[in-house]
Nanobody, 116 residues
Framework: QVQLVESGGGLVQPGGSLRLSCAASGVVSTIYTTGWYRQAAGNQREMVATIIRGGKTDYADSVKGRFTISRDNAKSTVYLQMNSLKPEDTAVYYC??????????WGQGTQVTVSS
């Protein structure tokens, strides 16, 4: 089993920055992909950024150049640095991990609100 704890959400003005954290515990050695997803009110959940075990990253077009996903293996934590935030980035952000044998785990979500 893997447990995920997200933190770092909040209210920020347009153009501001936030850093989200996703701390994993449990059998973290079986994780091969960690991703951040978001779901705005009335919308479907969408991928924001992913990072695989080898370090390759992928981003949604809407956040390229503004968001950066990274990880600290010693802390079993994945971060999402979000810069130049826009009102359309407002959503609940979720951390997701994919493990071997097809297991998938989601965090509880953290609210990000971009508003003046």
């Amino acid at each position: 089993q893997v447990q995920l704890v997200e933190s770092g959400g909040g209210l920020v003005q347009p153009g501001g920055s936030l850093r989200l954290s996703c701390a994993a515990s449990g059998v973290v050695s079986t994780i091969y992909t960690t991703g951040w997803y978001r779901q705005a009110a009335g919308n479907q959940r969408e991928m924001v950024a992913t990072i695989i075990r080898g370090g390759k990253t992928d981003y949604a077009d809407s956040v390229k150049g503004r968001f950066t996903i990274s990880r600290d293996n010693a802390k079993s934590t994945v971060y999402l640095q979000m810069n130049s935030l826009k009102p359309e980035d407002t959503a609940v952000y979720y951390c997701k991990v994919d493990r071997v044998l097809g297991y998938v785990h989601w965090g509880q979500g953290t609210q990000v609100t971009v508003s003046s």
